[in-house]
């Protein structure tokens, strides 16, 4: 079975500080995907990796796709309010007949 | 254009009945997928489907679910009997040509089992 492990599980900063997410597992995947989902809605796309060592920019967040396409990163700088919610990764695996969820991030972004 | 629509929103029953969740995808998108969500299993995958047939259903828990897809426009997922443990969120979900592709999601039907 195919896990995609996302650490830290939760995370409580203060707005303006800079964070990490982390997204592992011991497969490859051919893509990878970032969703946010708020509080009583469905997850809504952030980005789509499909590159090993690929960089994507979405104003303050940046995400960064492993080179052996196994793992990925989500970084937020300068943090804000808008910003909380559940950060989620999913990943596709090769042959594109698989798709996984990771466990998940919860970050609480306080003025 | 309406986003991913399912009903119903809440949905409380007693264990042991049948309970029934329904899902219209956005139209002209070919894959539609059920998931379900809990704090402690966080969003698992239960089955997806690709132009009405299913293709992946190793994450549907046990027989007593079933999801069908009887045209491009309807999906029903079904628990017969439900158990208190299969109090979660149900999200459905679809997506047009491919698993790598956007899937936007409906907003859920919170399923309490008493």
């Known amino acids: 079975t195919q896990l995609l492990e996302q650490s830290p599980q939760f995370l409580s900063i203060q707005e303006g500080e800079n964070l990490t997410v982390y997204c592992n597992s011991s497969s490859v995947f051919s893509s990878l995907q970032w969703y946010r989902q708020e509080p009583g809605e469905g997850p809504v796309l952030l980005v789509t990796v499909v590159t090993g060592g690929e960089v994507k920019k979405l104003k303050r967040l940046t995400f960064q796709f492993g080179d052996a396409r196994k793992d990925s990163s989500l970084h937020i700088t300068a943090a804000q309010p808008g910003d909380t919610g559940l950060y989620l990764c999913?990943?596709?695996?090769?042959?594109?007949?698989?798709?996984?969820f990771g466990t998940g991030t919860r970050l609480l972004v306080s003025p | 254009d309406a986003g991913v629509i399912q009903s119903p929103r809440h949905e409380v029953t007693e264990m042991g009945q049948e309970v029934t969740l329904r899902c219209k995808p956005i139209s002209g998108h070919d894959y539609l997928f059920w998931y379900r969500q809990t704090m402690m299993r966080g969003l698992e995958l239960l089955i997806y489907?690709?132009?009405?047939?299913?293709?992946?259903d190793s994450g549907m828990p046990e027989d007593r679910f079933s999801a069908k897809m009887p045209n491009a426009s309807f999906s029903t997922l079904k628990i017969q009997p439900s158990e208190p443990r299969d109090s979660a969120v149900y999200f459905c979900a679809s997506s047009f040509a491919g698993l790598a592709n956007e899937q936007f999601f409906g907003p859920g039907t919170r399923l309490t089992v008493l």
């Open positions: 999913a990943g596709v695996s090769e042959g594109f007949q698989k798709l996984v």
């Open positions: 489907f690709n132009n009405n047939v299913p293709i992946d």
